[in-house]
């Protein structure tokens, strides 16, 4: 979608015998960084780098109405290319991973045997896997669009991961936008930082994740079925949903169709032979970026959405198996010692994913509950929660577990504790809403992975592009959407 850039000659010149290349934003000449800004809004606001404005009320449902480009880094953050390689490296596994997670059933009911008793919303996602079981539904196809997320420590010097998302994970679309921006800035100011547009790796979620739909829809084998994009009512991030369904339209012919829980509840019904069927079009597959969380699910009436699209033979992304298999608890019961060992044969594969494990510990762990309360700085405490603003930091750890141990409830299985990673600060200029401003930061950077497979056939599995999210280093928080970061790229150095 973007034209491909083209350097002029002096750039290129410049890399022969250029000055030193300037990786602190902050020392870059102000009239200069002013241009730079000035060319990054116009970038943004021409190729659709772009978000619903807050201050605009039909942002989130009108196309075309009350735009804002994305919050952004100005500038791609030097990355050691090392752990680029090494988060690469990973994605097939866990993917691999992923996939055999969600075909042990017993593992997954077990695991989250004791959430369930004191999580109202993971108990019924749970219900419905229980469901599938007891109709013994399988899934022959199985698409994973996924984001593993991942931070540097900067005392260990281990790229630890954070969290991988199976559902619903985000920015496939304008993550590859901000690399093209960045080269874009890197290519036009090359005489003036002398960085080399071409150490931005190439970004190809957008594509990877249509081709991953694509060749779901090819193995579902209706040629008149639509994708189903399951949305929120309101979406500022429309756009990075648009850009993704614009690729598979244009590049593939394939029609999607976007509808909220509440409209498949209406619209939607079974044929005989399982297929979905939605306001009149059949289904092939179904990709969510809503359902993720318990306030999308604010009447009975979704979740029979949700039952009615898993007891259908669409393909899912992702089914609720996979959903399941991406929550914080089944990612704290992988980190146990001989788990991976149960779903992975190779021992490169296991050892090169447990390298990525940060500590992880269930709350009946006693030594690491008080420890937790003695040192809370060095933990975070999280529920089975998705999207951003769940997790609990610093004294209020210590003032949770307190409280939970007062009380003797159930409380503490709906958390996991989680080792606290503390990535190196750097400087940054970020821009939100036009505005922009000098700050110190810290990143994680996602690497997006595609899996489909039917029933032995493994159609795609690997390394789908990536994102760089960067947030003041003062922040808990990560989301972008959330407000408390911005989109970025990577340098590789
Ligand atoms: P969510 O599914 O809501 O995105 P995450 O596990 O990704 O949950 O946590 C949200 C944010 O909290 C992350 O993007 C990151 O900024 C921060 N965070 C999560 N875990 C850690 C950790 N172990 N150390 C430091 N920061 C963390
Ligand atoms: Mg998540
Ligand atoms: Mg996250």
């Known amino acids: 979608p973007v ?54 009320q039909k942002s989130g449902r009108v196309p075309g109405v009350g735009l804002v480009h994305a919050p952004i880094s100005l500038l791609p953050m030097p990355f050691a290319e090392s752990y680029w390689k090494q988060a690469c490296e990973v994605a097939p596994i866990f993917n691999e991973l992923v996939d055999r997670v969600s075909l042990d059933s017993e593992f997954l009911q077990e695991s989250l045997s004791r959430t369930k008793k004191v999580d109202t919303f993971t108990s019924r996602l749970l219900d419905i896997h229980a469901k599938m079981l007891a109709m013994n539904k399988k899934e022959d196809i199985r698409l994973g669009l996924h984001r593993s997320d991942y931070m540097l420590d900067e005392q260990t010097n281990l790229l630890l991961q954070i969290e991988l998302n199976t559902i619903s994970s985000s920015f496939p679309g304008l993550s590859c936008l901000v690399s093209d921006l960045h080269r874009n800035l890197l290519c036009q100011f090359e005489q003036h930082l002398a960085l080399d547009p071409e150490r931005v790796p190439k970004n190809n979620a957008v594509s990877q994740f249509a081709e991953g739909l694509y060749k779901a829809w090819i193995e579902y084998n209706d040629s008149s079925a639509v994708v189903m994009v399951v949305v929120q009512t309101e979406e500022r991030n429309m756009y990075d949903q648009h850009w993704l369904f614009t690729v598979l339209n ?110 992880l510990w269930s709350l009946d762990d006693l030594n690491i509950v008080k420890d937790a309360i003695e040192r809370p700085g060095l933990y975070v405490m999280k529920p089975q929660r998705e999207g951003g603003g769940n997790n609990i930091y610093g004294d209020d750890v210590s003032i949770a577990l307190q409280k939970m141990q007062k009380e003797g409830t159930e409380e503490d299985a709906a958390y996991i504790l989680m080792q606290r990673i503390f990535p190196t600060v750097s400087p940054a200029i970020l821009m939100r809403e036009g505005v922009s401003h000098k700050d110190h930061v ?38 972008v959407a959330a407000g408390f970061a911005v989109l970025d790229s990577i340098y590789l150095v």
């Open 442 to 479: 810290i990143s994680e950077l996602g690497i997006y992975a595609t899996y489909l497979r039917n029933k032995t056939e493994v159609i795609m599995n690997g390394q789908s592009g990536y994102l760089m999210r960067t947030k003041v280093s003062s922040s808990n928080e990560g989301g």
């Open 3 to 56: 034209p491909p850039l083209k350097c002029s000659s002096i750039a290129q010149d410049n890399k022969t015998h250029a000055h030193k290349p300037i990786f602190d934003p902050h020392s870059i000449d102000p009239i200069l960084v002013q241009k730079m800004e000035y060319d990054a809004l116009v970038w943004s606001s021409l190729h659709g780098l772009l978000v619903g404005d807050r201050a605009s």
């Open 250 to 359: 244009e590049r593939y012919q394939v029609r999607s169709i976007r509808k909220t829980l509440a409209e498949i509840d209406s619209q939607g019904k079974l044929m005989p032979d399982g297929t979905l069927v939605v306001d009149g079009e059949a289904v092939a597959v179904v990709y969510f970026r809503a359902g993720y969380a318990p306030t999308d699910y604010p009447s009975e009436s979704e979740w029979s959405a949700r039952l009615l699209i898993e007891q259908s033979r669409a393909v899912k992304c992702p089914s609720i198996a996979y959903h399941l298999a991406g929550t914080k608890k089944i990612q704290q019961e992988l980190a146990k010692p001989n788990q991976l060992e149960r779903f992975l044969e190779n021992k490169d594969d296991i050892a090169k994913v447990r390298k990525c494990f940060a500590g």
